[in-house]
């Protein structure tokens, strides 16, 4: 049997992550029972909500236990196999985890998936544009709260990420004016020229509020939120009434926990639908949301990066991209 290296979490990080949090170790792949499959991992798909998972806090999925391997979606080939469903050299899409090879056991885990090729696209694609993660949270985000429509504004945070950009051109498609905040001149320009949103806040080096109100003099119809923090909290001041929130995620508090809001008050004054979701709880949409996705992509009506990171013993590093801002596109890390 092939030797495993694993990425194990040993600490539960309390500020950013550090090697310290976690160790590698190498042992045997096991050997497989009848409907098992040993899958060699190819790709990471590396999220924010890893940091999530590593905290003991109250959260959508139980935290990763200490002394187990990160947990990580990831996209491999099979190896072995005891399952004719899963045929040695099937790509298989999987909870695999931040190490080598994984035992896929579909009794344990239904959501084990042959990811067959997509004509036209890379198969990394199947952890950016096409995930679960990305493209269907940023169509659900879209067309299932903020429901953007003709000649509204829709302003979208982390709006050069790999949700937030994607969040925008679907916007965009549907005829709102779009507004993104982003941490960098050169993700402002990404997104004005190359994606076509209507402006760029940099919230690192504009007056938030000011400029908000000078790109949206209408006001703001929708908000997709994935950072929560001071952009929202400018946002909270420019609602029209009845706006809608698709609050999809908080990275600016994920190392901190830091999770308080101010202007909180203006959700009840502007009247505004606030929700909160989960992809993985829109599974039922995500063929609908590939049907409407993957034609946008190759027709190249939606654009998508991927920031290919490479190798386990770098993944602290590569999850602090994701908070220093560092990333461009979507972030994985390739065995
Ligand atoms: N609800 C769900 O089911 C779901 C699914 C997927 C993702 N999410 C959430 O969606 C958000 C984006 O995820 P992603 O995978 O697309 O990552 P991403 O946007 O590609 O990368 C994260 C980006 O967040 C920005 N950022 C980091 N720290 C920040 C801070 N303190 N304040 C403002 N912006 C900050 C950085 O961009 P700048 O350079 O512009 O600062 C960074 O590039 C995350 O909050 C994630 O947890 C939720």
Redesign the pocket.
């Known amino acids: 049997m092939p030797e495993n290296r694993q990425l194990l979490l040993r600490r539960r990080p309390s500020a950013a992550l550090s090697q310290k949090d976690v160790e590698i170790v190498s042992n045997a792949t096991p050997s497989l029972k009848d409907g098992q499959f040993l899958v060699k991992n190819l790709y990471a798909?590396v999220?924010?909500?890893h940091r999530?998972w590593m905290s003991e806090d109250d959260q959508?999925l139980a935290p990763v236990d200490l002394d187990a391997p990160m947990r990580a979606m990831t996209y491999g080939v099979v190896e072995e196999s005891k399952n004719p469903s899963f045929p040695v050299g099937a790509h298989v899409l999987g909870m695999g985890g931040i190490q080598h090879y994984y035992v896929g056991d579909p009794a344990a885990d239904p959501g084990l998936t042959v990811a067959k090729e997509i004509e036209g696209l890379p198969n990394t694609a199947w952890l950016s544009v096409c995930s679960?993660?990305?493209g269907?949270?940023?169509w659900?985000?879209v067309n299932e709260i903020c429901k953007p429509k003709q000649g509204e504004t829709f302003v979208v945070?982390?709006?050069?990420?790999?949700?937030?950009?994607?969040a925008g051109q679907l916007a965009k498609l549907r005829g709102a004016r779009v507004i993104g905040?982003?941490?960098?001149k050169e993700?402002a320009d990404w997104i004005v020229n190359e994606l076509g949103f209507d402006g760029a806040i940099n919230?690192?080096t504009d007056d938030m509020l000011t400029r908000l109100k000078h790109l949206a003099p209408n006001g703001v119809d929708s908000y997709f939120d994935?950072?929560?923090?001071?952009?929202t909290e400018a946002v909270l001041r420019c609602f029209n009434n009845n706006a809608r929130i698709a609050?999809?995620?908080?990275?600016?508090?994920?190392?901190t926990g830091d999770f308080a809001l101010k202007n909180f008050q203006m959700l009840l004054h502007r009247r505004v639908n606030l929700q909160?979701?989960?992809?993985?709880?829109?599974l039922d949409k995500y063929e609908q949301a590939l049907a409407e996705l993957i034609p946008l992509v190759k027709d190249k009506k939606i654009k998508y990066l991927e920031?290919i990171q490479t190798g386990i013993d770098n993944y602290p590093d590569v999850v602090n991209?994701?908070?220093?801002?560092?990333?461009?596109?979507?972030?994985m890390l390739k065995f």
């Open positions: 798909s999220d924010p909500t999530i959508y679960v993660i990305i269907l949270t940023a659900v985000g945070s982390a709006g050069a990420g790999a949700v937030g950009s994607l905040f982003v941490g960098s993700k919230y690192k994935n950072t929560g923090g001071p952009s609050l999809c995620g908080i990275i600016s508090g994920y190392n909160g979701f989960i992809c993985l709880d829109h920031d991209m994701l908070f220093e801002g560092s990333n461009k596109g979507k972030l």
